[in-house]
C-alpha cells in the first residue's frame, strides 16, 4: 500500500517538476507511438477498405490470416524486424537498428492488422447498410468503402486510438528492436521494466501512473471531440 | 420494339439462393412512362426494380438500349453519409462526374426544388422521414437521371408528407423524366402512373395502362387474380 502511495507522490513530483529525463521519454514514446499510428492508418485503413469490397480466390483465408494476426506477440514483431535489421539480415544495410525508425516499423507492423481487420467489419456493416445506395450513385467498389470511412470517421477515430494503445502499451517489440538506449531508444514501457528489474518498484509504478495519464489525456480529448459532434447533431433538430 | 425503349428485359428469372424471386420477367421501359410496380408483399417488386437498375444477378437477358441514360435508384429507407444535406449532395453530383464548377448551385438548386434550402447545412441523418425522403429526391434529381427508379418512397411517411413526395414525383414527370416506382398505395398508381404492372409471385401477371387496369369493369385489368388484389381479397397462398 506504501509502494502505491509513495508512487503516486513519486509519479505527481516529476510531473510538476517536468523532469528532462521524463519529458524526453514521454515525447520519445508519444512520438514513435504516433507515428506507427500514422502509417498503420495508412496501410491499415486502404487495405481494411479494400478487404471489405474485394472478391478474390483465398479472400476468406486472408481475413482468417488478418484477424490471426489481431493476436500476434510483439516479442515475436520484435525479432522479426530485429533480423531483417540486423547487420546480417537483408535491411541491415539501412543501419536503423537501435534507433527509434526501427521502433516506428516494429510498433507499424503491430497495429496494422489491427487497424484492417477492424475497419474491414466497419466498412463492410455499413455497406450492408448503404452499399446498393452508393453503387446506384455510381460509385466503384473502392470508392463505396472510402466514402463508408468518412462516414464512419468518428468510430474509425476510435479505431486508430485503440491502435495508438496497443503501440504505446507494448514494451517487447521496442525492447529488442531499441535496445532501450538512454536518451535515444528509451520509452516509458521500457522504462518502466528496466526500473522494475533495478528493484526500484516505486519509480516504475510512477512512470506506469504518467503512461496511464497520457493516454487518458489522449482519450479525453477525443471524447470532448466526439461530445461536440453529438451536441452539434442534437442542436441541429 | 418501342424506339424511345430505354430498358428491355426478356425472359429474366433471379434467384436468392433456393427462392427463385422472379421468373421468366418480360417488361419494357419507354423514355416518359411512369410505371407502377404494384403487388403484394413479396411479389418481387423491389428485386424487379433493383434487376431494371443493374443490382442484382439474374439469368436472361437485361438491355440498356440507351447507354448514356443515367438511371438512379431511391431506395425504401434512404441511405444519407454521415455528413451535411448539401454535402450528401456534393457527393452524389462528384459520383456522377458533374463539373465541380457546377455542382454547388446545381447542390443548391435541387435543395431549393424539395424544400429544404434552409436545412442544407443540417445533418442529414437528423431529419425526419419525410424531409430525409425530399433530401434523397433532391440528391436524385441533382443528377438529372433519365430514368428514376423508386421503391416505395412514401412507405411510413405521414399524409402531408406523402403529398409533398408525390408533388414531386408528379413534377419530375412533367419534366420529362422516366420513373419506375414500387408501391403498396393503389390511389398512388392511380394518381401518379401511365402504366401500371402488377406482379404475382414473381412474375409480370399484367402490364396495362392505368386507365385500363383500374377500369371499374370487372375484369377490365384482364387477369383474375390481379382484379382479386384490386379488391383486396387476394388470399395468401402456398403455390
Redesign the interface.
Known amino acids: 500500500m506504501n509502494d502505491f502511495a509513495q508512487s503516486f507522490a513519486t509519479a505527481l513530483d516529476l510531473i510538476t517538476a517536468a523532469d528532462a529525463v521524463l519529458v524526453h521519454t514521454v515525447a520519445l514514446s508519444l512520438g514513435v507511438s504516433g507515428a506507427a499510428c500514422l502509417f498503420g492508418a495508412g496501410f491499415g485503413l486502404l487495405g481494411g477498405a479494400w478487404l471489405a469490397v474485394a472478391r478474390f480466390p483465398g479472400h476468406r483465408a486472408l481475413v482468417t490470416l488478418l484477424n490471426t494476426l489481431l493476436a500476434l506477440p510483439s516479442v515475436v514483431v520484435g525479432l522479426v524486424v530485429y533480423l531483417l535489421l540486423s547487420r546480417s539480415g537483408p535491411l541491415g544495410s539501412w543501419g536503423i537498428l537501435f534507433t527509434p525508425s526501427a521502433m516506428v516499423i516494429a510498433q507499424t507492423i503491430l497495429v496494422v492488422p489491427l487497424v484492417a481487420a477492424l475497419t474491414r467489419q466497419l466498412v463492410g456493416d455499413s455497406l450492408r447498410d448503404g452499399g446498393d445506395q452508393l453503387r446506384s450513385m455510381g460509385a466503384g467498389a473502392l470508392t463505396c468503402a472510402l466514402l463508408m470511412l468518412l462516414h464512419d470517421r468518428w468510430a474509425v477515430l476510435t479505431v486508430l486510438l485503440t491502435a495508438f494503445g496497443r503501440a504505446i502499451a507494448e514494451v517487447g517489440a521496442v525492447m529488442i528492436v531499441g535496445g532501450n538506449i538512454a536518451g535515444v531508444t528509451r520509452v516509458m514501457t521500457t522504462s518502466i521494466a528496466l526500473e522494475t528489474s533495478k528493484g526500484d518498484l516505486a519509480l516504475a509504478l510512477a512512470l506506469g501512473i504518467v503512461l496511464l495519464g497520457v493516454v487518458g489525456v489522449i482519450n479525453m480529448l477525443i471524447g470532448v471531440a466526439q461530445r461536440g459532434r453529438g451536441s452539434a447533431l442534437a442542436g441541429a433538430r | 420494339m418501342n424506339s424511345a425503349t430505354l430498358l428491355r428485359l426478356t425472359d429474366v428469372s433471379v434467384h436468392f439462393g433456393p427462392v427463385r424471386a422472379l421468373r421468366h420477367v418480360g417488361l419494357q421501359v419507354n423514355r416518359g412512362d411512369f410505371v407502377a410496380l404494384i403487388g403484394a408483399n413479396g411479389s418481387g417488386k423491389t428485386t424487379l426494380l433493383?434487376l431494371l437498375?443493374g443490382?442484382v444477378a439474374f439469368d436472361g437477358s437485361r438491355e440498356v438500349l440507351d447507354a448514356t441514360a443515367t438511371?438512379?435508384?431511391v431506395?425504401q429507407r434512404?441511405?444519407m453519409?454521415?455528413?451535411s444535406a448539401i454535402n450528401n449532395l456534393h457527393?452524389?453530383l462528384w459520383?456522377?462526374?458533374v463539373p465541380s464548377a457546377e455542382r454547388a448551385a446545381r447542390a443548391a438548386q435541387a435543395l431549393q426544388r424539395v424544400g429544404l434550402a434552409e436545412l442544407r447545412d443540417?445533418?442529414a441523418r437528423?431529419l425526419s422521414g419525410g424531409e430525409l425522403q425530399r433530401l434523397a429526391l433532391a440528391?436524385a434529381w441533382a443528377?438529372r437521371p433519365q430514368i428514376l427508379f423508386l421503391d416505395e418512397p412514401t412507405a411510413s411517411l405521414d399524409p402531408s408528407a406523402k403529398k409533398e413526395v408525390e408533388a414531386l414525383l408528379a413534377g419530375f414527370a412533367a419534366e420529362g423524366m422516366t420513373l419506375v416506382m414500387s408501391t403498396h398505395n393503389l390511389g398512388q398508381a392511380k394518381r401518379l402512373a401511365t402504366r401500371v404492372v402488377y406482379l404475382d409471385q414473381g412474375t409480370v401477371r399484367v402490364d396495362l395502362p392505368t386507365d385500363r387496369f383500374f377500369s371499374k369493369v370487372a375484369g377490365a385489368s384482364s387477369d383474375a387474380r390481379a382484379d382479386l388484389f384490386l379488391k383486396g381479397a387476394l388470399t395468401w397462398t402456398l403455390e
Open positions: 433493383r437498375h443490382l438511371q438512379v435508384m431506395f434512404p441511405f453519409l454521415r455528413l457527393v452524389a459520383l456522377a462526374r443540417r445533418p437528423a440528391r443528377v
